[in-house]
């Protein structure tokens, strides 16, 4: 487990979802069921192109778009229901995490987690996935902590004031389009982790993100040369 220290070369910021954990997937499906009880017609793949990544706000505006109505009150509600019993029979960590995590620190890097997501689904993710050993609690980060969640730095940027770190002095590791943008616009070197899809990868290469073909090889982008 990390903490902080002053003889630290940085701080590498990890995002949480299909980074560390391999939750889109699950969340990505539970949230088209979700969708198809309230009348909507969005397929998976639908789905996933609107809203990987995306702030809760942003999701329930485009919802309301969709079904030409506000859906009921409580309807994320039953989204996080389902997903929190999926979570628990489905999920696990993204290839390579443990390993890149603990071969940063190695190196000498401080550690972190900042993710769009709110806390009480980071602290299920990375206790089902065995992660959580990896990250001081004081060392994780939700977009429920700041004024704008991603694409804006402000994640980011808080992040790395908590930790003690100029944004220059910080690495990034994203695997979505707001989150790209997001550590880029912080001023921060910036991974994508693209999990194998070429398409994805481009993606966010041309939002300035490096390549990150697999996890386990963050040790070696980041080793002194």
């Not at 509600?77 to 390993?99: H, K, S």
């Not at 709110?118 to 980060?141: D, N, Y």
């Not at 590791?173 to 912080?186: F, H, I, K, L, Y």
Request: a negative charge.
């Amino acid at each position: 487990m990390s903490g902080s220290t002053g003889a630290a070369r940085g701080l590498v910021i990890f995002d949480c979802d299909g980074v560390l954990v391999d939750s889109v997937a699950i969340d990505i499906r539970e949230l088209t069921r979700t969708i198809a009880r309230l009348g909507g017609t969005m397929s998976e793949h639908e789905v996933l192109a609107a809203f990987d990544g995306a702030a809760l706000a942003d999701i329930d505006r485009a919802l309301t778009a969709h079904l030409g109505a506000p859906p009921p009150a409580d309807w994320m509600q039953d989204w996080f229901a389902a997903r929190t019993v999926a979570f628990e029979q489905d999920l696990t960590a993204v290839a390579g995490a443990a390993q890149a995590v603990d071969g940063v620190r190695a190196l000498g890097w401080e550690i972190c987690v900042a993710s769009q997501g709110e806390p009480g689904k980071m602290a299920q993710t990375l206790r089902v996935s065995g992660l959580a050993r990896l990250f001081l609690p004081e060392r994780i980060f939700s977009a429920t902590m700041v004024a704008r969640g991603k694409p804006a730095p402000d994640l980011f940027l808080h992040a790395a004031a908590v930790c003690g770190y100029a944004p220059e002095a910080c690495v990034v590791v994203e695997d979505s389009v707001p989150g790209v943008t997001a550590g880029r616009a912080a001023g921060m070197r910036t991974f994508g982790y693209a999990n194998g899809d070429a398409a994805h990868a481009a993606r966010l290469a041309e939002l300035g993100a490096e390549p990150l073909h697999a996890l386990q090889d963050l040790p070696e982008l980041l080793a002194p040369t």
